[in-house]
């Protein structure tokens, strides 16, 4: 079945700054507010968010960097644009859809020339541990044009732990990517591969992101285009999940 989305957002701030001192220490903030619209359902809504990140860096005697960052988001309403989600297409106030009011994701990394190892603390519930609740580990680098990352994510739920390994090209204004992503439940094996490109010009994206399932053997797809201009920005979202 296809499903056609439109959004359109303002953004309504976004700011930053940095003071250097024996660590560097960062504050931005986004904020923005538009309109969703379902084309399949014919139901639309007004949607928020707002969010706050608060990050510190500083380099080591042996020439690493290492740093850590706090993201506070705000409750919100939104639309869900996962094409991988059931949700896909439907309005919900952000905190149903593991976007929790409060201190919501932590972040501790270190870097070096051997590449970047990242662990991230995702906050799925209203400031208490729940069942959304995730921490992750990912390794990434870079040579040339191509990235490699790799990222295990223990789930809050015994069983529930997942594993992904994704390898991205880009090349100007286009990128390409694919990754492998298994997990624990019914056994560890290759269970569905994510694939897709997407480029960027003059103001316009254009992207499709598409995910294979091998234990079903269903595809489902994603395209996206967007413009934005100054503060102004809307998107149109095509899923087929057939």
Do not use: C, R
């Amino acid at each position: 079945m296809k499903k056609i989305l439109l959004a359109s957002t303002i953004l309504v701030g976004t700011a930053g700054f940095a003071a250097a001192d024996n660590a560097n220490f960062t504050f931005s903030g986004e904020a923005a507010t538009g309109f969703a619209y379902n084309l399949t359902t014919g139901a639309g809504t007004p949607t928020i968010s707002a969010e706050f990140t608060a990050g510190m860096m500083t380099m080591t005697d042996g020439g690493l960097e290492a740093g850590a960052s706090i993201t506070i988001s705000a409750g919100g309403f939104e639309m869900n644009t996962d094409h991988t989600s059931g949700g896909f297409g439907t309005f919900a106030p952000s905190i149903t859809s593991n976007q929790a009011t409060g201190i919501s994701d932590a972040e501790v990394y270190i870097s070096g020339d051997w590449g970047k190892l990242t662990v991230a603390y995702d906050h799925g519930g209203l400031w208490t541990v729940t069942t959304g609740d995730e921490m992750s580990y990912t390794y990434e680098n870079t040579w040339g044009d191509f990235t490699l990352e790799a990222s295990y994510t223990m789930g809050w739920n015994p069983g529930d732990d997942s594993a992904s390994i994704q390898g991205t090209y880009s090349f100007g204004d286009y990128e390409v990517y694919a990754a492998l992503n298994m997990d624990e439940v019914g056994g560890w094996g290759l269970d569905n591969v994510d694939f897709g490109g997407s480029a960027e010009m003059s103001g316009f994206s254009l992207a499709v992101d598409a995910n294979y399932d091998l234990v079903t053997t269903l595809l489902t797809w994603k395209a996206t285009a967007g413009y934005t201009t100054g503060p102004y920005s809307v998107e149109v979202f095509v899923e087929d999940d057939d």
